[in-house]
């Protein structure tokens, strides 16, 4: 036996209103991208390429060149067209990495990059220099003078400035100074190209610039809730280390713009130079739900109430009309049935129509 027409109107009603209500509370998809190899005409437009170099970075034979990685095939002896380059590649959207909570706790947004990197030097006629750097930046521009041990980073006017807002992990390859442990290590660095830590890779087999090139997969993970950023190595084909080579607690919040935007930069120096790709690159930021927007629901509740009460009040007309129809059909039957000389036959059949209407009805 199915519903009245009035229960399955408000039925209906309000698994709409329900289902709206769900579209209102709902968050955004986390926002991620995974390009296993750059294509210059395709994968080029989220990018903001910015440098010393007019032609670098740009995407060039499947990889990110962050600077100049080919000879001038006209004289494959000046090295002069390498030196004291620097360069950025940030994805061109920024990500909201953090926002205030009712109890002025910060809640961070956790994040996961997985990236190949491959820098690579001329072993018999380059020294291997400066180095790159996973970044994240307030923006996608690039400081002047910022080649050589600035790394793409900063410049000696802005060095250590904590309106930089900036957090990278470098990949140096060239010890600048008593702050460096030595040319080829990872740091983890906070406004400045002095690292808050750095972790020898010696100890890992891995040499960052090779005179052979060699890939190397690379996992920067941070944590929200525990606010840990870690840093994971291995040549390109291995699996994950179970143990990540670097390892800080970091509240992001006190060092980045709430919009921040990801990338990476490098830098040649004068005469270390090098070949700086990033070959592959995967991004995935935890995304904050958006508040509840009601906004929807203060200007149709009005609308919705109106069809509510229009629904009611047919309802209340239905069932009213069908007590008057019932009872006139009572009343009827009962004075045709008193009618002098009426056949019995005659009442039965009558009885079982207005049964069968009741049914139909």
Not at 127 to 135: M, S, V
Not at 288 to 296: A, I, R, S
Not at 309 to 325: D, E
């Amino acid at each position: 036996m199915g519903l009245p027409k009035t229960n399955l109107i408000t039925l209906f009603i309000l698994v709409a209103l329900l289902h709206l209500a769900a579209i209102a509370a709902a968050s955004e998809p986390i926002p991620s991208f995974n390009i296993t190899g750059f294509n210059e005409k395709t994968d080029a437009t989220p990018f903001a390429f910015v440098g010393s170099d007019p032609s670098y970075p740009s995407i060039d034979d499947k990889a990110l060149q962050l600077t100049r990685d080919t000879y001038d095939k006209n004289d494959t002896h000046d090295y002069t067209v390498f030196h004291n380059k620097s360069g950025r590649a940030m994805y061109n959207k920024s990500f909201k990495l953090w926002h205030d909570n009712l109890n002025d706790d910060a809640i961070l947004a956790s994040f996961n990059s997985t990236f190949v990197i491959n820098l690579w030097h001329d072993n018999l006629n380059w020294k291997a220099g400066h180095g790159l750097a996973f970044l994240i930046a307030p923006n996608v521009s690039i400081p002047e003078a910022s080649y050589g041990q600035w790394m793409g980073l900063s410049n000696g006017t802005t060095d250590g400035n904590r309106a930089n807002q900036i957090v990278a992990i470098e990949f140096d390859t060239k010890q600048d100074g008593a702050f460096d442990p030595d040319d080829n290590h990872v740091g983890l660095n906070i406004n400045s190209i002095r690292s808050n830590k750095t972790i020898p890779l010696s100890n890992f087999s891995i040499q960052l610039s090779p005179p052979n090139a060699i890939s190397y997969s690379v996992w920067v993970q941070y944590d929200g809730k525990s606010k840990l950023m870690e840093v994971y190595m291995v040549k390109e084909g291995d699996p994950k280390p179970d143990t990540p080579l670097l390892n800080e607690t970091i509240n992001l919040k006190d060092h980045v713009n709430q919009e921040s935007y990801f990338g990476f930069s490098a830098s040649t120096g004068d005469p270390e130079i090098q070949f700086n790709c990033v070959l592959k690159w995967s991004l995935a930021v935890e995304n904050f739900p958006k508040k509840k927007d009601w906004m929807w629901l203060k200007v149709g509740a009005p609308a919705v109430l109106v069809l509510i009460l229009f629904v009611v009040g047919i309802g209340v007309v239905y069932m009213k009309k069908k007590r008057r129809t019932s009872f006139e059909e009572s009343d009827m039957l009962g004075t045709l049935k008193r009618l002098p000389g009426m056949p019995r036959e005659f009442r039965c059949i009558l009885i079982f129509t207005t049964y069968m209407m009741r049914k139909l009805d």
